[in-house]
C-alpha cells in the first residue's frame, strides 16, 4: 500500500437494509441513486454552493476518469456551480486558434496583456506549436491559458485536470487561486488511485464512434449491438445514437500499445500525488477506483460494480453472444478488487468534499 493511502480509509456506499437496485447507466435513475446515497451531503454542498467556490486539482493517470467525475458532479450540481478545465484540451484548442486568423489575433493580444515568463513569448508559443505527448508546456505560459478560459466564465467551482503536470509545478498549484482572484476560496488536491491493469483494459477495449465520437469499450462497456467481422476476426460495436445509423465504432490510434507508451508519465503521476500528499496545510482527497474482493459486500452493492463483457460467435446461426459477470481485476499489489462504476466514485468524492470543506 502507498503510504498516502493509509489516511484515507475505504468509503462504504452500502446502506444497511436498502436493497433497491439503480441502472447507472440511466440519467434519471442515477439521481435517485445519488439523492439515497448521499442526500444530506448533496444538500450541504448546494448550500455551500449559493455563496462559495472551491478550486480542486485532479490529480490521476490517463484514463483514471477525471472527465467523467467532472461530468457527474456537473449533472448532480449544474454547470451553473460547477467548471471544468482541462488543460491537455486547452492547448489542443489553442492549437487549433492558431491557424486561425480572428482567433489567433484575439489570443495574441490576451498573451500580450497577461503572459509573464523567463522565456519570450515567441519561444513560449513556438513549444506550443512544436510539441509533443512527452513535452511540457513551460509553466507560466499554461498559467495565462487556464487563466483565460477562466475569464470566459461565471465564478464558480472549478475542476482542475492537468495541472500540476511536473513536480516543480506542485507549489504554482498552492498559490494558484490568488492568480484568478480566487483568493478566500479553499484549493483542494483529490487524487485519484487507479491500478494500472484497469488502465490497461480501459485504453486496449476503447472505441470510439466516428460520427458522434461517443466513447464505448468492447470489454466493459459495450452497446446494444454486438457484431462480427469474418475478415477480421474481431468482434465490433455499433453505436447506439440513433442518428449515427448503426456506425460501425473503431478503435483509437495508439489504443493498442496499452501503457507501454504512457508508462514514464504513470510513474510521474504516482511521484506527483505523494509529493502532492506529503504537503501541510491543503485539503486532500483520495477516490479509490477499486475495492477488495473480499470486502466488496459490505462496503458496495453489486451493481456498483464494472462488468465484464464476453463476446462468444454462435457458429450455427452466427448470431453473437454476449454474457456478462462482475469483473475482478489485480491492483498494483497484486491483490484481486473490483473495479467502481463512475458514481459510487463521485459519492466518495461528495462526501470527501463536505468533510475537507467543514460542512454542517
Not at 513560449?124 to 487563466?147: C, G, Q
Not at 492568480?179 to 485519484?192: H, Q
Not at 470489454?219 to 474481431?234: E, G, N, S, W
Request: net charge positive; aromatic share 10%; with cysteine.
Amino acid at each position: 500500500m502507498k503510504e498516502y493511502q493509509k489516511e484515507f480509509p475505504l468509503s462504504k456506499t452500502k446502506i444497511k437494509g436498502f436493497s433497491k437496485k439503480f441502472d447507472l447507466s440511466d440519467p434519471t435513475e442515477r439521481k435517485k441513486y445519488f439523492l439515497e446515497k448521499a442526500g444530506p451531503e448533496i444538500k450541504l454542498l448546494k448550500k455551500y454552493f449559493k455563496s462559495n467556490t472551491f478550486i480542486a486539482y485532479f490529480l490521476g493517470k490517463k484514463n483514471s476518469g477525471k472527465g467523467t467525475y467532472t461530468k457527474l458532479m456537473t449533472e448532480i450540481f449544474g454547470q451553473e456551480k460547477i467548471g471544468h478545465i482541462s488543460v491537455g484540451d486547452i492547448v489542443r484548442v489553442v492549437h487549433q486558434d492558431m491557424e486561425d486568423p480572428a482567433k489567433k489575433k484575439d489570443l495574441m493580444e490576451y498573451l500580450t496583456r497577461n503572459y509573464r515568463g523567463y522565456i519570450s513569448m515567441d519561444q513560449a508559443i513556438e513549444a506550443l506549436l512544436s510539441r509533443d505527448t512527452e513535452t511540457l508546456m513551460p509553466t507560466e505560459f499554461i498559467l495565462t491559458l487556464v487563466k483565460r478560459e477562466i475569464d470566459k466564465m461565471d465564478k464558480k467551482s472549478l475542476f482542475i485536470d492537468g495541472f500540476p503536470r511536473d513536480l516543480d509545478q506542485v507549489s504554482y498549484a498552492l498559490f494558484f487561486r490568488d492568480l484568478i482572484n480566487y483568493r478566500t476560496d479553499p484549493d483542494i488536491f483529490v487524487a485519484i488511485d487507479i491500478p494500472e491493469s484497469i488502465i490497461e483494459v480501459r485504453m486496449k477495449g476503447r472505441v470510439v464512434c466516428p460520427k458522434c465520437h461517443a466513447p464505448r469499450n468492447i470489454k466493459l462497456f459495450v452497446t446494444k449491438k454486438v457484431a462480427y467481422d469474418k475478415k477480421k476476426k474481431q468482434f465490433y460495436l455499433s453505436c447506439d445514437n440513433p442518428s449515427c445509423d448503426g456506425a460501425r465504432m473503431i478503435e483509437k490510434e495508439g489504443d493498442q500499445s496499452g501503457v507501454k507508451l504512457i508508462r514514464n508519465r504513470m510513474k510521474l503521476d504516482d511521484q506527483l500525488i505523494k509529493k502532492a500528499f506529503s504537503l501541510h496545510g491543503i485539503p486532500k482527497i483520495l477516490l479509490r477506483n477499486g475495492v477488495p474482493v473480499k470486502l466488496a459486500k459490505n462496503y458496495i452493492d453489486d451493481y456498483e460494480i464494472t462488468m465484464e463483457y464476453n463476446c462468444q460467435l454462435d457458429s450455427k446461426t452466427g448470431q453473437v453472444k454476449v454474457s456478462e459477470k462482475p469483473w475482478i481485476v489485480k491492483d498494483d499489489q497484486g491483490k484481486n478488487i473490483h473495479s467502481l462504476k463512475a458514481p459510487p466514485v463521485v459519492i466518495s468524492l461528495i462526501k470527501q468534499l463536505v468533510k475537507v470543506l467543514n460542512l454542517k
